[in-house]
């Protein structure tokens, strides 16, 4: 392997460029318009232009990256996680071209590549899965025999859906009838897509991440909590899982290795289980990729995973894994807004310092001065704090909260500093541990009725905005030789020096649109006020459309489901912000949405409709 393409952006490309850097090994680096001065971009030996503004004219084109492959005349891919990455596909036109793909083989790929494929591996395998049905199911008496038989509640899973995406709870005959009519009637019969599943509460998420090579040679290089999460997408993850049996080890490590062996797996991937509190295991998944919590099971190994990657991708044997080394826990700094649900928000960078020191590590893909807006992602890094033992770790995280400072935009930092003082989680002091897969949202999101903030978008359900505040520069001064910080307007600063953007020791940086460009400047408040006037529903990011749960004509009261959009494998529901009537949906399930763009409109002068529990008795 002597040049590598990452088919990739930001964080994730960054750390696979590094890696190959320092093995020798050429990379080249793919960009949109809107990465064009990422640090990536910058580090990597050489960087092509991928022309277009949405995620199939770029990261998810494929011919165009294949074009690029051979143009570059790299000998292989990798695919970091999310865009190609699960494609089977893709990975087959690299090989055709004659490059190495770093991951699993295609036929893995297929055989993993859906729930239900995965669930028929695991059953193969021996390996005990949540009851279920693993086929599709589009008769309403046998979802309901299966409720009865198994009892409430149960999940609803789209085949295709990964990363916690297009999973329904339905907690009894009315919701499940619901459920039945709404995608039967309103979707043009997509329950082709979903099928049914016992749901587990109180469970923990805990996965191993594991390794086989081409020799047959197997590890696993450490375990996973992954058991805080927000709409089932992870937000903290610690390594080694703790708190578990020997008994439980065991079972993960060998379940692991079964699935992989079935498959004949090569390469890296992450098998996911849900663990109950009586120690029972079931299957849920293998993810055929390097994961974002790939950190902290490098902190506890100490070895490097691209580097693994690329060792068993070119034919070499893979690194035995040592026990784990201390405590390591991942913090996913993203551009989201506790006071909204954690919804995906927009900005520009106007401050950013991470917190350094002992145990402290940062995988980062934005600088200061970056914009920020969910056009692709809103993760702008990831900080991982590593210590002796999971107390000690704990209290570094602490420390780390109290040094990180963001401003410009939303994070979850004030949210994390919550957790790691709650003595659930941190289980100090005699206290148990006690999380399971839904405990943040219980304990601190959802907290709100539905109609107010349940999941709603950052631009229909953020608090009223508080008369905006003229600009301010801060500088530190002393008085009488005691330290203190002097704030004044920004009018004042320019009218001294002449300069309408003076900055401590120099010009400020030049915005660089990371992430898309225009979208920090939209003013939530007012779009909020106008939607609410117009009875225009707009998406508040670039995204998929996944469901619409409304018809024309239909009555809706303020809060009822519109329409639920998925970005990133992060799903978002756009709620009525009025009541009003359903006048006219632009959009159908699958579609591509970019920010801003018109979903439904309403007549805002329509009457309300009827409770939603009252439409469930009339549907029943």
């Not at 099928?195 to 375990?223: A, L």
């Not at 704090?385 to 995280?397: D, G, K, L, P, Y």
């Amino acid at each position: 392997m002597k040049k590598l393409l990452v088919a990739n952006r930001g964080e994730i490309a960054l750390r696979v460029v590094r890696t190959a850097q320092e093995m020798g090994i050429a990379t080249v680096a793919v960009y949109a318009d809107q990465d064009r001065d990422a640090q990536y971009v910058q580090m990597a030996d050489e960087a092509y232009l991928l022309p277009g503004d949405t995620y199939r004219d770029t990261y998810l084109n494929e011919d165009l990256l294949i074009d690029i492959l051979r143009r570059s005349g790299a000998d292989a891919v990798h695919p970091g996680y999310g865009f190609l990455s699960e494609v089977a596909d893709f990975a087959r036109k690299v090989q055709e071209a004659g490059a190495v793909w770093v991951g699993p083989a295609p036929h893995a790929l297929t055989a993993l590549g859906d729930k239900i494929s995965a669930k028929r591996v695991a059953k193969n395998a021996r390996v005990p899965s949540i009851p279920g049905i693993a086929e599709p199911v589009k008769d309403l008496r046998t979802l309901l025999d299966f409720a009865h038989t198994h009892g409430y509640p149960i999940m609803m899973k789209r085949t295709d859906g990964g990363g916690g995406h297009g999973i329904t709870v339905v907690r009894n005959d009315d919701e499940m009838r619901g459920f039945y009519l709404n995608h039967d009637a309103l979707q043009g019969g997509d329950l082709d897509e979903y099928f049914i599943e016992k749901f587990i509460d109180r469970s923990r998420h805990v996965e191993t991440q594991s390794g086989r090579d081409s020799h047959g040679n197997f590890t696993v290089y450490s375990t996973r909590d992954c058991t805080v999460q927000r709409r089932n997408q992870k937000l903290i993850e610690e390594a080694p899982a703790p708190f578990l049996t020997e008994d439980t080890l065991r079972q993960l490590t060998g379940y692991s290795r079964h699935l992989f062996e079935e498959v004949g797996y090569v390469g890296l991937g992450t098998c996911e289980f849900m663990v109950t509190p009586a120690g029972k295991v079931y299957f849920l998944e293998v993810n055929p990729r390097l994961q974002v919590e790939h950190t902290v099971s490098e902190e506890v190994s100490g070895l490097d995973l691209v580097r693994e990657q690329l060792t068993i991708a070119s034919g070499g044997e893979l690194t035995e894994a040592p026990a784990p080394r201390g405590h390591s826990f991942e913090l996913r700094i993203t551009c989201e807004d506790p006071a909204t649900n954690l919804t995906p928000s927009a900005g520009t960078l106007t401050k950013l310092a991470w917190p350094s020191g002992p145990g402290i590590r940062v995988d980062s893909g934005v600088e200061e001065g970056d914009t920020v807006s969910p056009k692709f992602d809103s993760m702008m890094g990831k900080l991982v704090v590593t210590a002796q033992s999971r107390e000690a770790a704990v209290a570094r995280v602490r420390r780390a909260l109290r040094e990180l400072t963001v401003e410009g935009v939303p994070t979850p930092a004030s949210l994390y500093a919550k957790i790691f003082s709650d003595p659930c989680f941190t289980a100090e002091h005699g206290h148990p541990f006690d999380v399971s897969t839904k405990w943040l949202e219980r304990t601190y999101l959802n907290r709100e009725p539905q109609a107010v903030n349940s999941g709603q978008p950052a631009s229909l359900a953020a608090p009223a905005a508080a008369p905006e505040r003229p600009l301010t520069e801060t500088f530190v001064i002393e008085v009488d030789d005691r330290r203190v910080k002097l704030t004044v307007p920004q009018e004042i600063v320019d009218g001294l020096t002449g300069s309408p953007r003076l900055q401590h020791g120099g010009a400020r940086r030049p915005t660089q649109p990371l992430r898309g460009s225009g979208l920090h400047s939209a003013d939530p408040a007012a779009k909020r006020a106008d939607e609410s006037k117009s009875g225009v529903i707009a998406s508040p990011m670039q995204a998929v459309v996944t469901r619409i749960s409304v018809a024309e004509g239909e009555q809706v009261a303020k809060g009822d489901l519109l329409v639920v959009l998925e970005s990133m494998k992060m799903e978002n529901y756009v709620y009525a912000p009025v009541k009003g009537t359903v006048t006219k949906i632009f959009v159908s399930p699958g579609d591509g949405v970019e920010a801003g763009a018109t979903l439904v409109t309403l007549d805002v002068n329509a009457p309300a409709a009827k409770p939603a529990a009252d439409q469930g008795k009339e549907q029943s």
